[in-house]
């Protein structure tokens, strides 16, 4: 992913404008959160998740900067992993994601891979989203990064994060582990 013409897609698109909600743009806080995602030391797929993570809003964050029938257009600018992620985030009940990588994380535990196919549930309704481990680990680092990003403004995701995270931190990149605030409430 291009970074400088990520950022001018999303910046086109409104993300300079509106106030995100840990009080500042939405814009700063997406290029917070790929900072987060790099020193994390993510590839590039999940770092383009995360400057794209709201491109298409999500169940907290209801200001959209593109629909799903723009989702070519997104993946053009951040790649197909990175649009992959990016909606896969903005769509996952944040419940059904927590569920998900603590089951992943105990059969990792056990030496195991699923053996079932692994499905997202999507917030808006009914509907669920076929998954991979590796999209699930990817995810519930987002999570971890977008909240981290949030705290020196408004703790309030990570608060509210913190337990489902916890639940799955052996999932979590070490990096984020060894990072502020997580050192503190990850057990050892």
């Known amino acids: 992913m291009d970074l400088d013409r990520a950022v001018r897609f999303i910046v086109e698109r409104g993300a300079a404008g509106p106030e995100h909600n840990s009080h500042t743009t939405l814009l700063e806080h997406v290029l917070g959160t790929y900072r987060v995602l790099e020193r994390w030391c993510f590839d590039n797929d999940v770092m383009a998740a995360g400057l794209f993570h709201s491109v298409y809003s999500t169940q907290n964050f209801p200001i959209a900067l593109a629909t799903y029938e723009e989702r070519d257009a997104v993946r053009a600018v951040a790649g197909d992993g990175g649009e992959r992620l990016a909606f896969l985030f903005c769509i996952k009940e944040s419940a059904s994601l927590f ?20 499905t997202l549930r999507d917030w808006r309704g009914s509907q669920t989203h076929a998954v991979t481990e590796r999209e699930v680990v990817a995810l519930l680092n987002l999570v971890a990064a ?19 995270l916890l639940r799955a931190s052996s999932l979590l990149a070490r990096e984020a582990l060894e990072s502020r605030p997580f050192a503190a409430a990850v057990p050892a």
């Open 99 to 118: 569920t998900l990588a603590e089951d992943v994380a105990r059969l990792r535990a056990l030496g195991k891979r699923a053996e079932t196919a692994l």
């Open 146 to 164: 977008n909240a981290v990003e949030q705290i020196p403004r408004d703790d309030a995701t990570f608060r509210r994060d913190l337990p489902g």
